[in-house]
């Protein structure tokens, strides 16, 4: 098992630009999750999922769109990127809620210029 | 709204040393705790949890024991390693509704091992 991939693992985006953050899972997991991670702010999440074509946002979820086609996949996309959507994004899943084992992701890291 | 308090790192210790790591939450309900680790350039992983008052969770030697009364989940470690380095996120789900669908993390705590 793959457990969680991302993909790009590193990105540079200029203002404006629009980009997709993959995120994939082998475990058959119905719950996924995207969270950004910012110096002193520890992780705030973005956007969940909890199951295929069921998707509600988080604590921070202004400028990112989700969808969830699959349950194997969860992509992150960025609109209209801003310098403030510079951050290490994570994806996570697990077998149901929150209260299960998160599994995570290795992260990208996105710098928007 | 819930909330999780950890203490400010970094925090430098010797090989074999005891470590204690501050935790402190406010949460509706009876949430569930966690502590997750991250080793340098990787994801979270989980390192222990907790699902209600009194229970203790414990990995790899580490410990922390839920106390309701004090609102506290704080870690401990008798001996620590050089393989201990890393960044400790306290977080909480609470259980209610959509609260269980979300996490919420401490800043975390950057723990430095030096032989």
């Known amino acids: 098992n793959a457990g969680v991939t991302q993909t790009p693992k590193f990105q540079v985006l200029k203002t404006g630009q629009s980009m997709t953050l993959q995120c994939a899972q082998d475990?058959?997991?119905?719950?996924m999750s995207w969270y950004r991670q910012d110096p002193g702010m520890g992780l705030r999440l973005i956007h969940y999922?909890?199951?295929?074509?069921?998707?509600d946002q988080g604590e921070v979820p202004n400028g990112y769109n989700v969808s969830r086609s699959t349950t194997e996949d969860f992509p992150l996309r960025l609109l209209s990127a801003a310098p403030s959507q510079t951050s290490v994004y994570f994806c996570?899943?697990?077998?149901?809620?929150?209260?299960?084992?998160?599994?995570f992701g290795p992260g990208t890291r996105l710098l928007v210029l | 709204g819930n909330s999780v308090t950890q203490m400010e790192g970094p925090v430098t210790l010797s090989e074999e040393a005891f470590l204690t790591i501050n935790c402190t939450y406010t949460?509706?309900?009876?949430?569930?705790l966690f502590w997750y680790v991250q080793y340098p350039g990787e994801g979270l992983q989980l390192l222990l949890k907790a699902t209600k008052a009194d229970d203790k969770g414990s990995n790899k030697g580490f410990e922390a024991t839920y106390r309701k009364e004090t609102t506290s989940f704080h870690l401990e470690k008798g001996s620590v390693q050089v393989s201990d380095s890393a960044v400790y996120f306290c977080a909480l789900s609470d259980n209610s509704g959509a609260g269980s669908y979300q996490l919420t993390f401490g800043k975390g705590t950057k723990l430095s091992v030096i032989p």
């Open positions: 996570a899943s697990s077998p149901g809620t929150a209260q299960e084992t998160q599994y």
């Open positions: 475990m058959n997991h119905e719950y």
């Open positions: 949460a509706t309900g009876y949430p569930s």
């Open positions: 999922s909890v199951g295929a074509g069921i998707t």
